[in-house]
């Protein structure tokens, strides 16, 4: 089942200048079935109750499915991205956080930096969290922890990142985590593919079963350190094919079973 947060074009059109914070508290939610909405009460991994309401596709505007309190993601989880980026596998999944200032939703536009010369995309899988949990026990089954699963752009300064030893200024830009468009509520399986294109083009491809820690693992290593909260937002890793971005460009990712997030790319603000 595919699930979205959205506003009405005419609701977004009548109230502008909000923040996305604020454009998230007043979001409607819904499931998405056929080319429309049916509108539903309450957050997306609660009790579903019908609002009596539908929408189309195209009256609407997509959201980020959830609002985290955090974005944590996994580093060099794919071989052949790591190859690429002349690094060792990790131990351990490898972990850094995004903070939730750099959210937007599919079609707003990724700024680039003024104080960075590489911009690359990272098309990743992600998770997002229904229920509080933390130090599951070993044989504990996780997926009633899981709302579901996403597309997420992990936009990083590459330069930056080679420059600084953590990853919170190369990752953490303004426009920099967008995700959606929809919340897939299905596990997707072993041959999904998680592509990165940009302008139309493919520049990134692998499945999921190339991932050196799986969804299970991750989520197991991320909630030993920290309690997860519903809505939290986990990104899973990017595969190999990462570049640069430019002003004009139109970068997607795109996750067989899932759906396509798209972005247009701008050039510096002053
Ligand atoms: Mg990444």
């Known amino acids: 089942m595919k699930l979205c947060r959205f506003e009405t074009l005419e609701f977004a059109a009548q109230h502008p200048g909000r923040t996305p914070r604020e454009v998230h508290v007043e979001s409607r939610a819904g499931i998405l079935e056929d080319g429309l909405i049916r509108e539903i009460t309450g957050e997306l991994w609660g009790d579903r109750r019908p609002a009596g309401r539908q929408w189309r596709v195209d009256e609407v505007r997509f959201l980020p499915p959830s609002w985290p309190s955090k974005i944590i993601c996994v580093g060099k989880n794919y071989p052949a991205h790591n190859k690429e980026m002349d690094s ?46 933390a130090r599951p026990r070993p044989n504990e089954d996780l997926r009633p922890y899981i709302a579901g699963y996403t597309c997420l ?23 920099f985590c967008p995700f959606g468009p929809v919340l897939e509520t299905e596990a997707p399986p072993s041959d999904t593919t998680v592509e990165g294109y940009v302008n139309g083009e493919k520049r990134q ?55 396509t997030l798209r972005n247009p790319v701008v050039g510096p603000r002053d």
């Open 88 to 133: 060792e596998a990790p131990k351990e999944p490898l972990i850094f956080s995004k903070p939730p200032s750099s959210i937007i939703a599919p079609e707003d536009p990724i700024v680039l930096p003024r104080n960075s010369q590489r911009v690359d995309h990272e098309a990743e899988l992600a998770v997002i969290i229904s229920r509080r949990f």
């Open 153 to 175: 752009n992990d936009v990083t300064a590459r330069d930056l990142q080679r420059l600084d030893v953590q990853y919170t200024r190369a990752k953490g830009f303004d426009t």
């Open 205 to 259: 491809s692998g499945r999921l079963a190339e991932m050196i820690f799986s969804v299970d693992v991750v989520l197991r290593a991320i909630a030993e350190t920290m309690t997860l909260e519903p809505g939290d937002l986990i990104a899973t890793g990017t595969p190999s094919g990462v570049g640069p971005l430019h002003a004009g460009d139109v970068v997607e990712v795109r996750i067989s079973g899932i759906g």
